[in-house]
């Protein structure tokens, strides 16, 4: 019997082509019911974003190994009506408040935090950086904060997508 082996990238081509041949099968059609399940499956479709705008869910977009060594990547959500923020900085919950004007954002430097241990994660230089932000810029759907001209760290939207709903 002979074995063959695939690259990795043929092996994930395949399933996910599987995994969308048996999704569009499975697939009940917009407006029939299916008696045998409590749950209306929806189009899942993307919520619309506002890529111009701070306010908001953002995700950190890892650049180093530290970035995940919690397992959870840091968020910020941007409330720019009372200019608060929440969120979690890989291991603790935070929250606070910030100034913005123009392209100039800047971090109250007290900031709470839970005060989780995280084995192998180091908070303080994340809390570092978003307390020495003093800029900020928005292109292209990414969020990036800076030091002056020096880039800190750069976010992702969060967009949610429309799961199963109950009926």
């Known amino acids: 019997m002979k074995k063959y082996i695939f690259p990795a990238s043929v092996v994930m081509f395949l399933a996910a082509g599987l995994f969308l041949q048996t999704?569009?099968?499975?697939?009940?059609?917009?407006?029939?019911?299916?008696?045998?399940?409590?749950?209306r499956k929806e189009t899942t479709a993307l919520k619309p974003v506002d890529t111009t705008t701070l306010a908001g869910?953002?995700?950190?977009?890892p650049q180093l190994a530290s970035d995940t060594a919690s397992g959870k990547l840091p968020e910020i959500t941007f409330n720019t009506g009372d200019g608060s923020f929440t969120g979690n900085n890989g291991c603790n919950r935070m929250s606070g408040h910030y100034s913005l004007r123009a392209d100039t954002l800047v971090f109250d430097e007290r900031i709470i935090t839970t005060r989780m241990a995280c084995m192998g994660y180091n908070e303080k230089p994340f809390m570092d950086n978003l307390v020495r932000t003093n800029r900020f810029k928005i292109e292209g759907g990414k969020l990036t904060l800076y030091n002056n001209e020096?880039?800190?760290?750069?976010?992702?939207r969060y967009v949610e997508i429309e799961k199963d709903k109950k009926v």
């Open 57 to 61: 869910r953002w995700i950190l977009e």
């Open 23 to 39: 999704a569009c099968n499975n697939a009940t059609p917009a407006g029939s019911s299916d008696s045998t399940s409590s749950i």
């Open 150 to 156: 020096t880039i800190l760290s750069t976010w992702v």
